[in-house]
């Protein structure tokens, strides 16, 4: 897994390097998210890399009945995760990241829930890494990986001082 997240810092890295006026001009989640992904896919050429992806497979990503997770859809039923890393036809999960602004002052707690679903070994095909990423005009200022539906403090903890060796981890 820590390979996987080296790419995601790679690509982090690349992002600011190239996107410095997107911050500047002060733009949406939704543009960042999209620049991100067009980093994300130069680091996993084996996979395809697509921003608010609702199928697992054929199947729309719909949550079970009951689910304490909130949606995305006006219908309470999908969610769309900002950035996947997989591979469409198999389907392989491998990686959900949520981006966010720092600057976004809404509870992350809507991306929490939605990784942790995302990585839910009992929920569909589960996603392998979850990603959250705060991203700060100058770097990341928080991160966050998931596995199997709960936060993975350790992995947390590489992310970060990852980012920070990179020149890109503000916190």
């Known amino acids: 897994m820590r390979t996987e997240l080296d790419k995601v810092v790679a690509a982090l890295k690349e992002f ?3 996107e410095a006026l997107l911050f500047e001009q002060d733009l949406g989640e939704r543009t960042l998210t999209h620049r991100l992904a067009v980093e994300m896919e130069r680091q996993f050429p084996d996979f395809e890399v697509d921003c608010d992806f609702d199928r697992l497979g054929p199947r729309t990503l719909n949550l079970p009945r009951g689910s304490i997770v909130s949606t995305d859809d006006h219908l309470g039923k999908s969610i769309y995760p900002d950035i996947v890393v997989h591979q469409r036809a198999v389907p392989k999960n491998h990686i959900a ?3 966010r602004k720092a600057s976004n002052h809404q509870p992350v707690e809507h991306d929490r829930h939605k990784l942790r679903a995302l990585t839910d070994q009992h929920i569909w095909f589960a996603y392998w890494i979850g990603v959250l990423v705060l991203l700060g005009k100058s770097g990341v200022t928080s991160s ?3 596995v199997s539906g709960e936060p993975h403090e350790e992995l947390s903890k590489y992310l970060a001082q990852r980012l920070k060796e990179a020149g ?3 916190a």
């Open 16 to 18: 600011y390097a190239r």
């Open 97 to 99: 990241i949520e981006v």
């Open 144 to 146: 966050e990986v998931f």
């Open 168 to 170: 890109i981890g503000v």
